[in-house]
C-alpha cells in the first residue's frame, strides 16, 4: 500500500489524561482505505489494529493504528520521544506520512 500524507491534531485521549497518551485521527478516507485493506488481508491484530510505519518531521517509526468507535475513524499514537523531538503538544497540527504494512 502507498504511504499518504495527512495534517491532523494531536490530542491526549481522555482516559489516560494522567500519562499523557497523545494521538492524532486519522482522515475518514485514510480510514476507509485502511479497514478495507486490512479486511482484504485477513483477521487484524487486538483491538483491530493495522500495523504501520510512520514519518513525522525527521521521526520516523513503526507503530499501529487503532480504530476509534467515537468517530469511526483510525487513530495513531504520538509517542513522547517523538513529539520531544518535533517540539510538539497536544492541540498542535502535525504533518505526518503514514504506510500500512
Known amino acids: 500500500m502507498p504511504s499518504h500524507g495527512f495534517t491532523a491534531e494531536l490530542w491526549v485521549w481522555d482516559a489516560r ?17 485502511i479497514r478495507a485493506a486490512s ?11 493495522v500495523r504501520v ?10 507503530t ?3 480504530p476509534d468507535t467515537t468517530s469511526g475513524c483510525y487513530v495513531l499514537p504520538i509517542k513522547k520521544a517523538v ?6 503538544t497536544a492541540g498542535d ?9
Do not use: K, Y
Open 64 to 66: 499501529s493504528v487503532f
Open 83 to 88: 513529539r520531544r523531538a518535533e517540539q510538539l
Open 39 to 49: 479486511e482484504i488481508r485477513g483477521p487484524r491484530r487486538g483491538f483491530g489494529a
Open 17 to 33: 489524561q494522567e500519562q499523557g497518551w497523545t494521538f492524532v485521527t486519522l482522515p475518514e478516507e485514510l480510514s476507509s482505505v
Open 93 to 101: 497540527e502535525a504533518t505526518i506520512e503514514l504506510e500500512v504494512r
Open 53 to 62: 510505519g510512520v514519518r513525522l518531521g525527521s521521526s520516523r517509526w513503526q
